[in-house]
């Protein structure tokens, strides 16, 4: 079994902070939270039409995904993990690490516009067992327990409200012990309060913050989450986060799709100022073209381009590939404010914000002599073409 990028690319952060290595998941967990939704819009849908993809749709892009090497982890339903790790063996000769949502609280159940959870304060709810994950089934014998993921997303949801976040730290903790007797491994996502009632905490990047390393304190390296995913609050919350603690890595969440820019970009700033993990769900999945997305966020996110330069080339590929835009390409170089909450849905446009160029960006009137290029310049000489190709 090959080595996974996400073993190696934490150990380098974990010993040089200051090193260039970024992690990025495809959160392909949405048939948890969203029901017949879940897999996206098909490309068959007409305007007014509610026609999505199939469940086999969804799971066939993972399987492209996890193809292209590109990301570094495919979060996963336990189902897609018994069908795909187990059963398929997707991830065994691959550098990719497959996870699972190890539970699904209260405020991620938005299958249906008649379900009102999510404006409820959060109770933690476990469906996924860490043996199904691990074996698919009920008890896993010892030899076992490497058969599926070993590696899986816990969500919290605090409300500053005693009764019910200590109800949620408690079933963490459960969570965690269990884990540990297991081998298993997780990292810990933690989103803004969906419904305090009459709490509201004052600044939520800071309420956030405090709340995790307070809950963090009392867990020994043994028990603690790989990393974090949390929504993106802007620099100076990230920073004060991401220096608080050299071993606690901080990565973000996308929140809702919102335009190609928003997504590129927010990685872009997040990236600039801490965080090393971006875990994208509807941003990807609501791509014209999913797996050209992910080329140019991970061109994004190792420093290749700049997000405003991604969408144009990002719409290059559109072009040649023949797939329609949802947007014209002024739209998509618009950052909107998009929601951070799980079942946030809707944005409102802001003012852009402008990223330097790319300091690799270069302008070349004549092909260049291939072979005497690296792959990286291969790569970025193909960039640019799109670059001067849509403007």
Not at 338 to 360: D, E, F, I, N, Q
Not at 369 to 384: H, Y
Request: glycine content about 8%; hydrophobic content about 40%.
């Amino acid at each position: 079994m090959p080595e996974k990028s996400l073993d190696r690319k934490l150990g380098r952060i974990l010993a040089d902070s200051s090193c260039p290595d970024f992690i990025i998941a495809d959160a392909k967990d949405a048939d948890m939270a969203f029901g017949l939704a879940a897999p996206g819009r098909s490309p068959e849908h007409h305007a007014g039409e509610a026609r999505f993809r199939t469940l086999q749709e969804y799971r066939q892009i993972i399987r492209e995904i996890v193809a292209q090497e590109l990301v570094d982890i495919v979060l996963m339903s336990a189902s897609t993990n018994e069908i795909l790790t187990i059963e398929e063996r997707l991830f065994d000769k691959s550098p990719l690490t497959p996870a699972v949502r190890a539970n699904d609280t209260t405020d991620i159940w938005l299958a249906g516009r008649a379900m009102q959870y999510s404006a409820q304060p959060s109770l933690p709810f476990r469906t996924a067992t860490i043996d199904h994950i691990q074996c698919g089934k009920r008890e896993c014998d010892a030899d076992q327990r490497r058969l599926g993921a070993d590696l899986g997303l816990y969500s919290v949801t605090f409300n500053n409200d005693a009764v019910l976040d200590r109800q949620s730290l408690e079933a963490y903790k459960t969570f965690r012990l269990e884990a540990e007797a297991k081998g298993f491994r997780h990292f810990l996502e933690v989103f803004d309060p969906n419904a305090p009632g009459n709490h509201p905490p004052a600044e939520l990047g800071r309420f956030l913050s405090d709340h995790i390393v307070r809950a963090l304190a009392g867990v020994t390296s043994r028990g603690r989450p790989l990393f974090l995913k949390i929504p993106y609050h802007g620099p100076a919350a990230m920073e004060s986060l991401a220096r608080y603690d050299g071993k606690l890595v901080v990565g973000i969440l996308g929140g809702s799709a919102g335009t190609t820019f928003d997504a590129f970009q927010m990685l872009w700033e997040a990236k600039k100022y801490g965080a090393r993990v971006a875990l994208y769900g509807r941003k990807i999945n609501n791509a014209e073209h999913q797996l050209s997305f992910v080329r140019y966020l991970r061109a994004v996110a190792d420093d290749e381009i700049g997000p405003a330069e991604a969408v144009r080339a990002y719409h290059g590929d559109l072009q040649k590939l023949g797939i329609r835009p949802q947007r014209s390409l002024d739209e998509d170089l618009r950052q909107t404010d998009t929601a951070s909450s799980y079942g946030g849905s809707g944005s409102s446009t802001v003012r852009p914000k402008t990223s330097p160029p790319s300091p690799l960006a270069k302008t070349a009137s004549a092909e260049p002599d291939f072979g005497k290029m690296t792959q990286a310049e291969k790569i970025q000489w193909n960039l640019d073409r799109w670059k001067r190709i849509v403007g």
